[in-house]
């Protein structure tokens, strides 16, 4: 158990609607990402939030979005959901006091969406 | 960001050793070498990461070569709970991660 959350886990929903995915950081961990994992395109970063505010992006799509609250937790909102947006949704966290490379990233159990 | 080559697959006998290798040519001096692996139906998990001398853990050992542009990820003892993708990532200032295709180790019993 890595200590990281992530609720659902699992999420069935139509083309063209909208999920909200949730994500609870390991106790004392201020980054969260979030990485998108599909057969065709394997474990993507999709992007980095530390301390509330958004630090880095890697592929999201305009129709996603994301942010950290003030208790830490994280939400990633998918809209406009097309069939190639199934996937595995996975939420990591790490201490990250800088911009170090030295500190390891605890994955959470991921959110499994299909998109039908 | 620098790039990585592992083999697709590898294969090893339980309770054996098992190197799986990592390539880097491209690795700058501040690049971290991180492993990372995801077992079946799992989210990714850390394993153990390096700069530039040998590093020891309760998983596994991680051997950088002295150019730094190859490094290898060292089981002590496989075990069928060891079947996973093995992920060699080099890490730079940013602290997000950007995987490969990885080396699928299948332990066979």
């Known amino acids: 158990d890595s200590g990281v959350t992530q609720t659902p886990k699992h999420l069935i929903t139509a083309t063209g609607q909208r999920v909200t995915l949730r994500c609870s950081p390991r106790?004392?961990?201020?980054?969260v990402y979030w990485y998108q994992q599909s057969l065709d395109q394997g474990l993507q970063f999709l992007i980095q939030?530390?301390?509330?505010?958004?630090?880095a992006k890697g592929n999201i799509l305009e129709r996603f979005s994301a942010q950290q609250f003030p208790d830490l937790h994280s939400e990633l909102n998918l809209s406009s959901l097309e069939l190639g947006d199934s996937a595995l949704y996975f939420c990591?966290?790490?201490?990250?006091?800088?911009?170090?490379?030295?500190?390891?990233?605890?994955f959470g159990p991921g959110t499994r969406l299909t998109v039908t | 960001d620098a790039k990585t080559t592992q083999p697709n697959s590898m294969e090893s006998n339980e309770e054996e050793p098992v190197h799986l290798p990592c390539n880097h040519s491209?690795?700058?001096?501040?690049?971290?070498i991180h492993w990372y692996r995801q077992l079946p139906s799992q989210g990714p998990e850390y394993v153990i990461h390096?700069?530039?001398s040998n590093v020891n853990n309760r998983m596994a050992s991680l051997a950088i070569a002295e150019d730094r542009k190859s490094s290898t990820l060292i089981l002590h003892r496989a075990t069928l709970r060891d079947a996973a993708v093995y992920y060699c990532?080099?890490?730079?200032?940013?602290?997000?991660?950007?995987f490969g295709t990885g080396t699928r180790l299948t332990v066979i019993p």
């Open positions: 106790s004392g961990d201020l980054s």
């Open positions: 990532i080099l890490k730079t200032g940013a602290n997000n991660l950007f």
């Open positions: 990591a966290s790490s201490v990250d006091p800088s911009e170090s490379s030295s500190y390891e990233q605890y």
């Open positions: 491209t690795i700058s001096g501040t690049d971290y």
């Open positions: 939030y530390y301390n509330g505010e958004e630090r």
């Open positions: 390096g700069l530039t």
